[in-house]
């Protein structure tokens, strides 16, 4: 089994501190150490005052959102030795307020995410990863997006302008407009179709790059595009009117 | 009603669900957690809501625990599930005469429990070894191990509840046997404070032992972790389970796009020091397969340890002998006052575990206040941040 001592160059920030700082750590880890239980592991033995946010070690609670060497990752699922650097960077996440080390506050986040009012169990879907049974047509599951926030830290528009609803709210509501459930879904169409909404996109992508969980919000936000432009020409030919 | 201060330590689901049941109770309370909140086991648990099947034959007490907080979880906490049900495959003719005295213990314990014949288990569930000779279809389902919980800290936070994050306990204060403070660090800020209160309840889980020396009492707990892990691609719909008495590598839960296989137990010292051992690992892989063999194949997600807070002395071998119930201890009888400690359970039982705990405090405090979780709808898990 391979194991390496690396080092963990890891952003510190305290309230009341003028500005972040960096301190560098070192510690064991083999081939399964993931940069989450790195970061666990200074804490336990190094450094007890280390403000990170985790929970269900396995992607799918999405809390443990950071960038390792500048790249959006949940810590959980990156192994440190298969980044192949002897030091990893570890910072917080971009474009929101940070609480401490590298921990930010999602409030920003659930303020747009919580206006679209996605429910959080899928009605019915298809999934192509097994054979479906006869009379069985769709498994009911989750959502996809686990609200990890890496999308929007990503994202290259979120940093300059605060109003972007940004690309995890713009992907649920595209999936609210997709799946409607009997909601009408013109004010949700209303919502986007704004120079805040899915028009301010610049299209890099970084959000389809940065989501570990299959959403692609860069995706979704294109398909929103495409819905907004079918209604407008159905309204332009008179055929619409329903939205 | 009451105006007595509860301090909570310990910010998984049991302090969740103590934070909501004492604040609906009227109580002022507040929440410590070293870390964010749901950061301990409670997170890291395979994402089972138990029907109870799983302890039906050897641990009758859990199993109707199970199946009643079941029931009321689906009905206060609606849109929290995914509700696809479990299924007992019997893979060895042992493992189908077993399903005899499994199906009568699941129904003497209230728990609905359907017979299903190889077919009808393979119609079901495609990817299930083609060598199954029956299944059991019963109430389990797939709960999201952070976002429920999660619901019971947005509601007490809405009722008014204190929850403070990153806030780790350093010292109890004590005034004569009484624990009357607690001292805590805020690791955001790196200051340190006190906490006065009337009544002091750990909820600290595999924690609760490190929580009692510091208080000086005796809390019986053994962390005994386990490993889960998690491949790519949804392998089956309904949670899958081997048809014997609980061993390793017996279950896998569906969850989102992941199948998770779990798990084993052995026993630590430390709940911060779990490591992973690679044969345990191996382990999921090899009975996970004989399970569903596209375990065998499908690509790597993740591998964890979490350790559960099994009751029981703190010498025991490796967990899995010890009951899944949970208990309340009031350390009064050891002369600490002020102080009680909730521990074991699970993760389905969490409001169970808090109904339980809350008595004990009215109790102490000689109130008596019905307890009103049963039927209050829990808010969504997204009102928690915002």
Sequence with gaps: MAEQIIEFKVQRYKQGQPAPTYQTFKTLCDDNTTVLVALQDIRRDQDGSLVLRHSCHHASCGTCGMRVNGKEELGCVVKVLDLGTSTVTVEPMRNMPIISDLVVNMEPFYDRYNAVGMP???????????????????????????????????????GSDELYLGPATLAAAR?????PRGVPTKPLLDWVDSE???????????????????????????????????????GLFGRGGKG | MASFHAVIIGGGGTGAAVAHDLTLRGYKVTLVERGEVTS?????????????????????????????????????????????????????????????EFIEACHECGIPARRLSAKEVLACEPNVNPDVIMGVQVPDATMDAMRMPLRFFATAKHSGATIKTYTEVVDFIKRGNAVSAIRVRDHTTNKEYEIGGDIFISAAGAWSGKIGD?????????????????VRGRLCNMVINRLHASGDGDIIVPQRALSVVGTSSWVVDDPDNLGLPRDHIDMMIKYG?????????????????????????????????????????????????????????????????????????????????????????????TAYYA
């Design chain 1, 175 to 179: 999936r609210v407009i997709e799946e």
């Design chain 2, 289 to 381: 397969s004989e399970l569903i063999p596209g375990v065998r194949t499908a690509p790597f997600r993740a591998a964890w340890s979490a350790a559960r807070p099994l009751i029981g002395p703190r010498g025991a071998d490796t967990g899995r002998e010890l009951s899944r119930t949970f208990k309340c201890f009031d350390h009064a009888d050891e002369g600490v006052e002020g102080f009680v400690t909730i521990t074991g359970g699970k993760a389905t039982t969490l409001r169970g575990m808090a109904e339980a705990t809350a008595n004990v405090v009215c109790q102490k405090m000689g109130l008596e206040i019905p307890c009103g979780t049963r039927e209050f709808t829990l808010l969504p898990h």
């Design chain 2, 214 to 230: 510091m208080v000086g009492v005796e809390v019986p707990i053994r962390p005994s972790p386990g490993v889960m892990l998690a």
């Design chain 1, 120 to 158: 959080y169990v899928r009605q019915s879907e298809y999934l192509d990863e097994a054979d479906l049974a006869e009379g069985l047509e769709a498994y009911q599951r989750y959502e996809n997006c686990i609200e990890c926030n890496l999308c929007v830290s990503g994202c290259p528009i979120m």
């Design chain 2, 40 to 100: 301990g086991t409670t997170g890291r648990h395979h994402g089972l809501l138990h029907s109870g099947a799983r302890y039906a034959v050897k641990d009758k007490e859990s199993a109707v625990e199970c199946i009643d907080e079941n029931m009321i979880l689906r009905r206060i906490a609606p849109g929290s599930f995914e509700l696809n049900d479990g299924l007992f495959v019997a893979l060895t003719e042992e493992e189908a005469n077993y399903s005899h």
């Design chain 1, 196 to 234: 805040n909404g899915c028009w301010r996109c610049h299209v890099a992508y970084e959000c389809n790059t940065a989501c570990p969980s299959e959403v692609y919000p860069g995706d979704q936000i294109m398909a929103l595009r495409r819905d907004l432009t079918k209604r407008k020409f159905r």
